[in-house]
């Protein structure tokens, strides 16, 4: 299944690897010794973990519901099989009806507890009952049927050649109409493409209290990656006070003071919040022939 042109997606890349070499000049910079007792095959094994829980307050059953004849997590998992960086992809859930979808397409099920408070929580938890050990975890949305797997290389890519970062996560540009919208999360960074901070409000916000169409905002990406030591880190770190105003987990590692890598690709964002996204997502997948 082809998301896109390959013209288009030539564009993708190009944005994707002008993200991993800005990192890549960071690493050289900084020294790639002084973390985590790196080697020569520093966070080569990566696992995809598709947290998902049927329990939602904005949409209840969202990962079972049907796009296009299939089950919206089922797309979500196609399109992450696709990327080159996993060598692992399972799904992470509460809920046994979401665990015998999975397994009727062919996904390995980890179950997880009720008590998990947000989708980070339940990759750590799934990934200390994988077998295998794993360096770096991906946190993969479910709500992202469309997910492009060059993305979920490129985060990947950006954490294994920024040694100081213990995050990675990916941002695109910010439509103006969506500037308002508290679903779509804002994202600034610092010259070196670091990330600075994350809302549901529009950021920067400027004088006039308006969207600037000619600022480029950026828009978050849900997709995460995760190096696997930090990961059960953040699950013992208490809530922030940002984190729960915001209601944003990342917001928990840059309070806690670390640094979380952010590169920028050339990707039109199609999530699904609310029941009204069902519709616009298959009307796009028609437009695009995508079965």
Request: with cysteine; net charge negative.
């Amino acid at each position: 299944m082809e998301l896109c042109s390959s013209s288009s997606s030539s564009s993708h890349k190009a944005w994707i690897v002008h993200g991993i070499l800005a990192g890549t000049a960071i690493a050289a910079a900084i020294g790639a010794h002084m973390y985590l007792g790196r080697s020569s095959k520093f966070r080569s094994r990566v696992v995809g973990i598709i947290p998902a829980r049927y329990a939602s307050s904005r949409f209840e059953g969202k990962p079972l519901v049907q796009i296009l004849g299939k089950p919206m997590i089922q797309r979500t998992w196609e399109r992450s099989k696709l990327a080159s960086t996993l060598d692992h992809i399972v799904v992470a859930t509460d809920d046994e009806r979401i665990a015998e979808c999975c397994r009727g397409f062919g996904a390995d099920v980890i179950m997880t507890s009720e008590s998990c408070r947000n989708g980070t929580e339940r990759c750590n938890e799934a990934l200390e009952k994988l077998e295998k050990k794993y360096d770096v975890v991906v946190n993969i949305q479910g709500d992202e049927p469309l997910i492009e797997p060059e993305i979920i290389d490129g985060v990947v890519k950006a954490l294994q050649v920024t040694p100081d970062a213990v995050f990675s996560t990916a941002v695109t540009s910010l439509r103006p109409e969506d500037g308002l919208d508290p679903n779509r999360v804002k994202c600034v960074v610092d010259n070196r493409g670091y990330a600075i901070y994350f809302s549901r409000g529009l950021i920067p916000y400027n004088k006039s209290g308006k969207v600037n169409p000619d600022f480029p905002y950026m828009l978050h990406l849900g997709i995460q990656s995760f190096d696997s030591k930090f990961l059960k880190v953040y699950s013992e770190l208490q809530p922030t006070p940002l984190q729960q105003e915001e209601d944003l987990e990342q917001l928990k590692v840059l309070e806690n003071g670390y640094k979380m890598k952010v590169i920028k690709v050339d990707h039109e964002a199609h999530g699904v919040d609310t029941p009204d996204d069902v519709e616009k997502i298959e009307s796009l997948m028609r437009e695009r022939n995508l079965s």
